[in-house]
Nanobody, 124 residues
C-alpha cells in the first residue's frame, strides 16, 4: 500500500512557474512507476507526465513537452513536476499516481494508487 500526498499547487499568472511535489509512504518507492495526471472541469483525466522507477525513462503529453519536467528523488520518496511557461489551459486538478511496476505507463486506468489532488489555476 502506498499513500501519496501532493503539494505545491496554487494560482499563477500565465507565463509563470510552479513546482508540484508528491511525497510517498513506504520503503519500496523505487519499485513504482509514477505519473502526474490532471483533470479540468468537464474533461477526462489525462496523463501529463510519467517516470519509471529508476527515473531513467520519462514521457510527456504533447501539450506540455518542453514546458514541464518530471523527476524523482528515490532517497526522499518524492516525485516532482516542474511546470514552466504556464498557460490558462493548464488549469486543472493535478494528481500524483503510482503503478505497481518499475516501468511507467501512459494509461490513467493502469495506476494503482492516487493522491488527493492539488489545484493549479493559471490566470490570463
Amino acid at each position: 500500500q502506498v499513500q501519496l500526498v501532493e503539494s505545491g499547487g496554487g494560482l499563477v499568472q500565465a507565463g509563470g512557474s510552479l513546482r508540484l511535489s508528491c511525497a510517498a509512504s513506504g520503503r519500496t518507492f523505487a519499485t513504482y512507476g509514477m505519473g502526474w495526471l490532471r483533470q479540468a472541469p468537464g474533461k477526462e483525466r489525462e496523463l501529463v507526465a510519467a517516470i519509471s522507477g529508476s527515473g531513467g525513462s520519462t514521457t510527456y503529453a504533447d501539450s506540455v513537452k518542453g514546458r514541464f519536467t518530471i523527476s524523482r528523488d528515490n532517497a526522499k520518496n518524492t516525485v516532482y513536476l516542474q511546470m514552466n511557461s504556464l498557460r490558462p489551459e493548464d488549469t486543472a486538478v493535478y494528481y500524483c499516481a503510482a503503478v505497481r511496476r518499475t516501468t511507467m505507463t501512459e494509461m490513467p486506468n493502469e495506476y494503482d494508487y492516487w493522491g488527493q489532488g492539488t489545484q493549479v489555476t493559471v490566470s490570463s
